[in-house]
């Protein structure tokens, strides 16, 4: 088998440059551990920044998000029972974010790919990436109890944070930047109507809690919990309560409780490698970096490594710019480290990180207040959430 790119994972980002790449005439094949069915099960993020939808029309799968997703102009802090709205729109010049799911993304991107005939194996076993330093890299992997040689000119590694495209790299070539924060969040998600038309940041002294939407008719709710916590021991009964012990009074009056679709605990972490690239070999998203969900960004995050190796091919391809491939790691981490100050910033200051008032919480407070009371203060916030700008190439 030959192919121009070929792509080690088949979740969104993935998906996403196969699509753009093959609307460019570049050739590619997708290989993908899990089957297709497991890939759509994966319940993950919902808010998309105006650039990753943009990237989303561009790549011609656009049709159902416009129809189906929600255009949020705006956000809310809960300080307590304090409300403050965060004008996205108004602070940002227009810009917006787009409520639509992750999986829902994931399905338009695949319906596109079978469409244009693209190849995707799906329960690929034993992916792994060859003579990456070389000119002529390959990957080889399992399919049906055969071994096959895929020869390709570059390797995109879109498979995650414990997939093996990271792992490929020798030890001494990369390093990595991480900070473990000391809690998780639960999240929970049910077929009842959002509390709320827009999301919900709350602080409060028990912890944090967000409520936030895939749809007009589908909620997902978090809560933040300690490491030690356990999903069985949350009933439905026991998170709906506490949820509305950390919103405000008069929105716990209106939340519409159900039973849970899907109940999880995911912990929070802060994780980039430098570089993101070796020989021929991209990282993109998960792979390279992962950032707290707080700030809403490690799906657009990983738009935006797509953005950047999907224009790189483009130049490479059709244009013989060869001499830009070393810069894809420095034009990523620009804006990743961006993202990943923004996330451990949201992080820092509305979590409960002790249980006594201390400086630190007399800080998170002073910090809020600052923000709250200042176009300057949401301005950043909003500038953030929205998505900065996709850095250039050139």
Same mark, same amino acid.
């Given at each position: 088998m030959k192919t121009q790119v070929a792509i080690i994972g088949a979740g969104?980002?993935?998906?996403?440059?196969?699509?753009?790449?093959?609307?460019?005439g570049i050739d590619n094949v997708i290989l993908e551990r899990k089957s297709g069915e497991y890939v759509l099960s994966r319940i993950r993020a919902g808010v998309l920044e105006q650039g990753m939808v943009d990237l989303l029309r561009e790549a011609g799968v656009d049709r159902r998000m416009d129809e189906e997703g929600e255009v949020h102009d705006g956000v809310e802090l809960a300080l307590d029972n304090r409300r403050v709205r965060v004008d996205l729109a108004g602070l940002t010049g227009g810009k917006t974010v787009m409520v639509y799911g992750q999986t829902e993304v994931t399905r338009d991107l695949m319906?596109?790919?079978?469409?244009?005939?693209?190849?995707?194996?799906?329960?690929a076993d034993n992916v792994q990436p060859h003579d990456?330093?070389?000119?002529?890299?390959?990957?080889?992997f399992e399919k049906d109890g055969e071994t096959h040689r895929l020869e390709c000119d570059y390797v995109a590694g879109c498979d995650g944070f414990h997939g093996v495209s990271r792992q490929s790299i020798p030890e001494g070539r990369i390093k990595?930047?991480?900070?473990?924060y000391p809690f998780g969040w639960l999240g929970l998600l049910?077929?009842?109507?959002?509390?709320?038309?827009?999301?919900?940041? $709350?602080?409060?002294?028990?912890?944090?809690?967000?409520?936030?939407?895939?749809?007009?008719?589908?909620? !997902?709710?978090? &809560?933040?919990?300690?490491?030690?916590?356990?999903?069985?021991?949350?009933?439905?009964?026991?998170?709906?309560?506490?949820?509305?012990?950390?919103?405000p009074d008069e929105v716990a009056e209106t939340l519409v409780t159900g039973p849970s679709i899907e109940k999880s605990i995911a912990p929070l972490r802060s994780f980039v490698v430098e570089p993101m690239q070796y020989g021929r070999l991209f990282l993109?998203?998960?792979?390279?970096?992962?950032?707290?969900?707080?700030?809403?960004?490690?799906?657009?995050?990983? $738009?935006?490594?797509?953005?950047?190796?999907?224009r790189l091919m483009v130049k490479v391809y059709q244009?013989? !710019?060869?001499? &830009?491939?070393?810069?894809?790691?420095?034009?990523c981490l620009k804006r990743i480290w961006k993202a990943e100050r923004f996330s451990w910033w949201m992080t820092s200051m509305l979590h409960k990180f002790s249980e006594e008032e201390d400086f630190a919480t007399r800080m998170q407070q002073a910090e809020l207040d600052y923000v709250t009371s200042s176009e300057a203060g949401l301005t950043t916030i909003a500038?953030?959430?929205?998505?900065?700008?996709?850095?250039s190439l050139e």
């Open positions: 969104p980002s993935g998906l996403l440059l196969g699509q753009l790449l093959s609307r460019q319906e596109a790919r079978e469409a244009a005939g693209g190849t995707t194996l799906y329960e990456l330093e070389t000119d002529h890299p390959y990957v080889t990595e930047f991480e900070k473990v049910a077929d009842t109507p959002p509390v709320a038309e827009e999301l919900i940041y $709350a602080r409060h002294e028990r912890g944090f809690a967000l409520c936030s939407m895939r749809s007009s008719t589908r909620s !997902r709710y978090y &809560l933040q919990v300690g490491l030690d916590e356990k999903v069985e021991d949350w009933s439905d009964e026991r998170f709906w309560e506490e949820l509305k012990r950390r919103i993109v998203g998960d792979a390279a970096h992962i950032v707290p969900p707080t700030g809403a960004k490690g799906l657009n995050l990983a $738009a935006s490594d797509v953005n950047t190796l999907y244009e013989g !710019r060869t001499d &830009l491939i070393p810069s894809y790691s420095a034009t500038e953030n959430y929205v998505g900065l700008p996709y850095e």
